[in-house]
Each structure stands twice: as structure tokens, then as C-alpha cells.
């Protein structure tokens, strides 16, 4: 299962990669905008929005690529790693 995480926060970053590599899950992380989101984000099965840690914007670019693609989207307001976990539970 390949996974998009928007938002988060940039000292959680090794916590998010082994908790997805547990999962067996490969992992793209963006906790800030890069130029060309919309291009790098590609085509995941799982798009996972912590909305507290990230733009207005930036949501609002990862939804209409989701939803562009037939993407399913997950959101959550904590960014916390058993926030992760519960969602992963959820998908997978």
C-alpha cells in the first residue's frame, strides 16, 4: 500500500516512516509545501491529511488531486503517531 501524508511535524518524520515500514506500507511525506505538490503527490491508495500542522492550502491541493484520481482520504486533527496507527488500522 503506497501513502501520502500531508502535514505533521518535521520531528515526527522518522516515527512516521518506521510506523508506516511496520505496516508495510511505502511511505511520501510532505509537512511543508514544495513546488510542484501537486505533481509529487502521484497517485497513492491512501492520502492522509493532519489537518492541525498544515495549510489551508495545501489541503485543499492534496483533495482536488484525490479526488481527481479516485483517491480515498483520511484526516485526522492530531498528527500524533497513534493517530497514524489508527488510521493504518483503518486501512488496511
Same mark, same amino acid.
Given at each position: 500500500m503506497s501513502i501520502v501524508i500531508v502535514g505533521g511535524h518535521d520531528r515526527? #518524520?522518522?516515527q512516521y516512516n518506521s510506523i508506516c515500514k511496520s505496516y508495510r506500507c511505502k511511505l511520501k511525506l510532505f509537512t511543508q509545501v514544495p513546488s510542484r505538490f501537486k505533481e509529487q503527490i502521484g497517485c497513492p491508495d491512501l492520502i492522509i491529511l493532519f489537518t492541525n500542522? #498544515?495549510?489551508h492550502k495545501m489541503v485543499n491541493m492534496a483533495v482536488q488531486q484525490a479526488e481527481k484520481k479516485g483517491v480515498a482520504?483520511?484526516?485526522s486533527h $492530531?498528527? $500524533?503517531g497513534s493517530a497514524l496507527k489508527e488510521i493504518l488500522d483503518t486501512y488496511s
Amino acid at each position: 500500500m503506497s501513502i501520502v501524508i500531508v502535514g505533521g511535524h518535521d520531528r515526527m #518524520v522518522s516515527q512516521y516512516n518506521s510506523i508506516c515500514k511496520s505496516y508495510r506500507c511505502k511511505l511520501k511525506l510532505f509537512t511543508q509545501v514544495p513546488s510542484r505538490f501537486k505533481e509529487q503527490i502521484g497517485c497513492p491508495d491512501l492520502i492522509i491529511l493532519f489537518t492541525n500542522t #498544515v495549510s489551508h492550502k495545501m489541503v485543499n491541493m492534496a483533495v482536488q488531486q484525490a479526488e481527481k484520481k479516485g483517491v480515498a482520504i483520511a484526516r485526522s486533527h $492530531s498528527s $500524533s503517531g497513534s493517530a497514524l496507527k489508527e488510521i493504518l488500522d483503518t486501512y488496511s
